[in-house]
């Protein structure tokens, strides 16, 4: 949803650079319990994103009914994409959200259309829906409510612990159509936690909060992403991870190394030359160029640590290149969901089978999941 799709003629010279064209910005809000944030309140179009055929994404469909994150992680892949919004991928990507606020009504009238086909709807692969924006919008229960009403499955991957909140309503849900929760969780030292992700939630409110998923029904998924060369790669941080996520009542989880996008890696460098100086060459030697992801001999030799490790703690374990089995890996056709075809949830309730679009042959590996 671009600012310039949205013309009715009328612009703001005084506007900020990107939100000159306001037929479709309802107000920016500025407001005490969110210090040096601005909410644009936008009027969306469309609510369901189609994922393009070409993509080796599992999923055909997304939701984001925000753009920017006050989670403020410093890796987050879609920095790159406030930038079509002539923002910067910087403070502007943590503190200018973008709110959508009649997603709802948009999303009940398109899932009404007698062309949809009830495909899983995945939130939470551009910017987290659970972000602190959400306690003011309260988007994501009427997002959670029109989708299992229309019977389309749906799958969360969030760090925010918000999502409490909502685990009434997804019991409800997944009385109706399979719901998969995912949450993400990298940080297992308080310190970096609180340098690299300083607007997320601490790692133990997230792990409680995983708890509470687990004691609820929902068999939760932690993507231990990104593991952090020379910083959480270590076979002691890896092990008190796992530790710690299997306390939680957690069934899976997924791993791997950093991504840098472009877009992303300027900022993340800026850090990195600040809080860990000693590490910067060895960065760009794991990430020349326009490189983005960690060589293929660092990301086996992560596998090799990781594996024994997941085992030993009685885990289901998958390497990012592996993700994920509730999708379509490229030319593999239909894998089953988190809810194994033909299982039985603590519920008692049969789950059922969500299907997944197929994107055509590929001998490449998949994307890295889109994290926020």
């Known amino acids: 949803m671009r600012w310039q799709g949205q013309k009715l003629g009328e612009t703001d010279a005084a506007a900020l650079p990107g939100l000159e064209d306001r037929s479709s910005v309802?107000?920016?809000?500025?407001?005490?319990?969110?210090?040096?944030?601005?909410?644009?309140?936008?009027?969306?179009?469309?609510?369901?994103n189609h994922v393009p055929g070409a993509s080796r994404m599992p999923?055909?469909?997304?939701?984001?009914?925000?753009?920017?994150?006050s989670h403020a992680c410093l890796y987050c892949f879609a920095r790159g994409t406030h930038e079509y919004l002539d923002l910067d991928g910087g403070a502007d990507f943590d503190s200018q959200i973008v709110v959508k606020v009649n997603v709802v009504d948009v999303l009940e009238k398109e899932l009404r259309k007698g062309s949809w086909q009830h495909e899983t709807v995945a939130l939470g692969t551009n910017t987290d829906p659970y972000q602190r924006a959400e306690g003011r919008y309260k988007l994501m229960p009427g997002i959670i409510e029109a989708l299992a009403a229309s019977g389309t499955p749906l799958s969360i991957l969030t760090k925010g612990t918000l999502i409490r909140r909502d685990i009434p309503l997804l019991v409800k849900a997944a009385e109706r159509v399979p719901v998969d929760v995912q949450m993400s969780i990298a940080m297992y030292d308080d310190e970096l936690q609180k340098s690299i992700e300083p607007g997320a939630p601490t790692t133990q409110a997230r792990l409680d909060t995983v708890r509470a998923l687990?004691?609820?029904g929902f068999r939760v998924t932690v993507?231990?992403?990104?593991?952090?060369?020379?910083?959480?790669?270590?076979?002691?941080?890896?092990d008190d991870?796992?530790?710690r996520i299997k306390a939680t009542g957690a069934r899976t989880v997924i791993y791997?190394?950093?991504?840098?996008?472009?877009?992303?890696?300027?900022?993340?460098?800026?850090?990195?030359?600040?809080?860990?100086p000693d590490l910067v060459s060895s960065y760009r030697g794991l990430y020349p160029g326009a490189s983005a992801e960690a060589p293929k001999a660092y990301r086996q030799w992560l596998a090799k640590r990781a594996r024994p490790l997941i085992r030993m703690h009685g885990l289901d374990g998958r390497h990012e290149d592996d993700y994920p089995q509730r999708g379509v890996r490229p030319g593999q056709g239909h894998v089953e969901s988190i809810w194994r075809q033909g299982a039985v949830q603590s519920t008692g309730r049969p789950s059922a089978p969500?299907?997944?679009?197929?994107?055509?042959?590929?001998s490449a590996p998949p994307a890295q999941p889109m994290l926020f």
Not at 40 to 45: C, F, G, R, Y
Not at 64 to 69: E, F
Request: hydrophobic letters at 45%; glycine letters at 6%.
């Open 223 to 238: 993507f231990l992403m990104p593991i952090m060369p020379h910083m959480t790669d270590s076979v002691a941080a890896i």
């Open 59 to 69: 999923f055909a469909w997304t939701i984001n009914p925000y753009r920017g994150c």
């Open 256 to 276: 791997g190394a950093l991504h840098l996008r472009p877009g992303v890696k300027s900022w993340f460098f800026q850090w990195l030359e600040k809080a860990r």
């Open 214 to 216: 687990a004691d609820a």
């Open 26 to 48: 309802l107000r920016s809000v500025t407001t005490p319990e969110f210090a040096g944030m601005t909410f644009h309140e936008v009027l969306s179009k469309s609510a369901l």
């Open 354 to 362: 969500v299907t997944f679009r197929t994107t055509g042959s590929s």
């Open 241 to 243: 991870a796992l530790t």
